[in-house]
């Protein structure tokens, strides 16, 4: 069974950088894309970043020039890179894959805290 594992959250000040990693256990066959969600304090979970199959990116306009996202596909891991923090961008992050058969995998989500 696959599980998705994230890490890398955490209590950080404002304009401060984390990087979050997702780690796929076991194989997940013709992956279509892997994203980055988070749920934010009485807010409804929002796409933050996507990376396709053939390699495009696409960002929330929130957090355009500020995030990027990546993968090692030989460690089976997804990244998100998180630069120049701020205290809305608290929330809980999640990562996704999603695969062409119509499979969606999610991680169980780590906390990123942005003190002002």
């Known amino acids: 069974q696959v599980q998705l594992v994230e890490s890398g959250g955490g209590l950080v000040q404002a304009g401060g950088s984390l990087k979050l990693s997702c780690a796929a256990s076991?194989?997940?066959?013709?992956?279509?894309?892997m994203s980055w969600y988070r749920q934010g304090p009485g807010k409804q979970r929002e796409l933050v970043a996507t990376?396709?199959?053939?390699?495009?990116?696409n960002y929330a306009d929130s957090v355009k020039g500020r995030f990027n996202i990546s993968r090692d596909s030989a460690k089976n891991t997804v990244y998100l890179q998180m630069n120049s923090l701020k205290p809305e961008d608290t929330a809980v992050y999640y990562c996704s894959i999603h695969n062409s058969f119509g499979t969606v995998y999610w991680g169980q989500g780590t906390q990123v805290t942005v003190s002002s």
């Open positions: 076991g194989t997940i066959l013709s992956i279509s894309t």
């Open positions: 990376l396709t199959r053939g390699g495009s990116t």
